[in-house]
C-alpha cells in the first residue's frame, strides 16, 4: 500500500440523496438496467495517461502537479501502478487503458524502451491477478517523440514507419498478455501540417499497409480482442485523416478493412469535427461499426480538446441511447478519456473527478434506458416512414425504373402533402426522461 490516497475511503453506492461527496449518488453497479447490471452496461476505464501521466502542462505552462511517481525509472513506474491500482480500487471501476509510454520509462534504444514495457506489463500481470480491474485496451504512442513528428505509418521516412510498426508489436503483445479486450489506433500525427509537403495518396496506403499488418498479427496470434480505430479531425495535426467516422469509413472500404475494424468514438472529437456525439454514434452504429467510446467533453468557449469530465446528463443520456440501439459495447466500453483540470492538484480531484464522471453516465445511461424501453421515440421515427411499407413505394426500392416512377406519378396523380416533422414535439418527448 502507498499512502497516496489515505483517508480516502472507497467509494460506494448509497442513493441520489446521500450529501456524502465520496459516494455513488446514481451509480449503482448492481442496479439492473434492461436485464443487466450496469456495470456490465457501461464498462467504465480509467485512462492510465491522464490520471497518472499528465503533469498539468498546456500551452502556455509546464507541471503544476507534484506527484511523487513522476521523473526517473523503473522504480516510479512501478509506483505509479502501485497507485492507478490503489485508484482502481477506491473507484471499483473494472477497467483500465493505456498508452506504453504512460507506464514505461523510454528507454535509449528501442531494444531498452521494449523491455522497459515487458517488465511493467509483468508487474500489471501480478496486480491484475488479485484486482476486479481488467485492461479495457491497450494502445501504443505513436505522437510525443519528436520521431514521430512527421507521423507515424504515414511518415515520409521508412524507418519511423518501422520503428511505428514495431512498437505496435510490443503494445499488442503487451495488451494480449494483459487479456486486454481491444487494442485501439489513434492516428494523432497521421495527418499533415502542410499540404505543400505532403504525399496524400502514399501516406493512405502506408496507413492502410500498417493496418493490414495489425490485422493479421491479431489473426496469427488467435487474439479474440476488436481492433478499433479512433477518428479526430485535428490536433495535433492541421489535418487528421482519420477524420471522423464517415471518412474512416470510407478508409476501410477502400482497403478493404470495414470487417475488420470497428471504431472508438469520443464526445470532444467529435465536437471538433462539427458534428455531435449522438451523430458519430448513430452512424457507427448504422453501419455496424461501433466498438468503444471515450467518454468526456471539450469546453464550448475555446474550442480545443480539453478532455474534461462529462457532467451533462442531456448529453450523455442522447449517446448512451444510441449505444443501446446498436446493441451495447460488447468487448467495448466507457473509457473516460478525461483529465482534472491544472489547478486541481489534490489526490482527492482525482478520485471525485471519475466519481461525478460515472455518476453523470449513470445518469444519463438510465435515463436512455428508459427512453429505450419506453420505445416513443422509435415510434415516432417509425410512423414518419410507415408510408414506405406501402407495395408501390417498396417496388421503388427494388424493381422499380425511373420510367415506371414517372409513369405511376403521372397516371396516378401523385402529389406529395407535407407534413411536420416535430421536431420540438421530439424535443419534449426527449425531456421527459432527462
Ligand atoms: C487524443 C486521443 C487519445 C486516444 C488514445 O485526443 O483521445 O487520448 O484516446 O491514444
Ligand atoms: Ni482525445
Ligand atoms: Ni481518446
Known amino acids: 500500500m502507498t499512502d497516496y490516497f489515505k483517508g480516502i475511503p472507497q467509494i460506494k453506492y448509497e442513493g441520489a440523496d446521500s450529501t456524502n461527496e465520496f459516494a455513488f449518488k446514481h451509480y449503482n453497479p448492481e442496479e439492473i438496467v434492461l436485464g443487466k447490471r450496469m456495470d456490465e452496461h457501461l464498462r467504465f476505464a480509467v485512462a492510465y ?4 501521466a499528465y503533469e498539468g502542462g498546456d500551452p502556455f505552462g509546464g507541471r503544476t502537479f507534484d506527484r511523487p511517481w513522476f521523473d526517473g525509472g523503473m522504480e516510479n513506474a512501478k509506483l505509479k501502478a502501485d497507485v492507478a491500482f490503489e485508484m482502481f480500487d477506491i473507484l471499483d471501476v473494472p477497467f483500465f487503458c ?55 505509418a504515414t511518415n515520409p521516412d521508412p524507418d519511423v514507419f518501422a520503428y511505428s510498426a514495431a512498437t505496435i508489436k510490443s503494445c499488442m503483445d503487451a495488451t494480449i498478455k494483459l487479456g486486454g479486450a481491444n487494442y485501439v489506433l489513434w492516428g494523432g500525427r497521421e495527418g499533415y501540417e502542410t499540404l505543400l509537403n505532403t504525399d496524400l495518396t502514399r501516406e493512405a496506403d502506408q496507413a492502410a499497409r500498417m493496418l493490414e499488418m495489425v490485422v493479421n498479427y491479431k489473426h496469427k496470434m488467435g487474439w479474440d480482442g476488436q481492433i478499433l480505430i479512433e477518428p479526430k479531425p485535428q490536433e495535433p495535426s492541421k489535418h487528421q485523416y482519420d ?11 477502400r482497403y478493404g478493412l470495414e470487417n ?46 480539453t478532455d474534461q469530465f462529462p457532467n451533462n446528463v442531456p448529453e450523455t443520456a442522447l449517446a448512451y441511447y444510441e449505444v443501446i440501439k446498436s446493441g451495447g459495447f460488447g468487448q467495448g466500453g466507457t473509457n473516460f478519456d478525461a483529465r482534472i483540470r491544472r489547478q486541481s492538484l489534490d489526490p482527492e480531484d482525482l478520485i471525485l473527478s471519475h466519481v461525478g464522471g460515472m455518476d453523470i453516465c449513470a445518469r444519463g445511461f438510465k435515463a436512455a434506458a428508459k427512453m429505450f424501453e419506453d420505445g416513443k421515440l422509435e415510434a415516432a421515427r417509425s410512423e414518419r416512414y410507415a408510408d414506405w411499407d406501402a407495395p408501390a413505394n417498396q417496388e421503388m426500392l427494388s424493381e422499380g425504373t425511373l420510367e415506371d416512377i414517372a409513369h405511376r406519378v403521372e397516371t396516378q396523380n401523385v402529389n406529395p402533402e407535407p407534413r411536420s416533422g416535430r421536431q420540438e414535439r421530439l424535443e419534449n418527448l426527449v425531456n421527459t426522461y432527462v
Open 98 to 152: 493505456f498508452h506504453d509510454l504512460d507506464v514505461r520509462p523510454e528507454g535509449a534504444t528501442f531494444a531498452e524502451s521494449k523491455r522497459n514495457l515487458e517488465e511493467v506489463v509483468d508487474y500489471f500481470a501480478g496486480k491484475i491477478e488479485s484486482s476486479k480491474t481488467k485492461l479495457l485496451w491497450g494502445t501504443a504512442n505513436l505522437f510525443t517523440h519528436r520521431r514521430f513528428m512527421a507521423g507515424a
Open 49 to 52: 495517461w491522464h490520471s497518472f
Open 243 to 253: 477524420f471522423d467516422v464517415a471518412t474512416v469509413y470510407g478508409f476501410l472500404k
Open 260 to 305: 475488420e475494424v470497428k471504431m472508438n468514438l469520443e464526445q470532444g472529437h467529435a465536437i471538433l469535427a462539427g458534428h455531435s456525439f449522438e451523430h458519430e454514434l448513430a452512424l457507427a452504429g448504422s453501419l455496424g461499426m461501433l466498438g468503444s467510446i471515450d467518454m468526456n467533453r471539450n469546453d464550448y468557449q475555446s474550442g480545443w480538446d
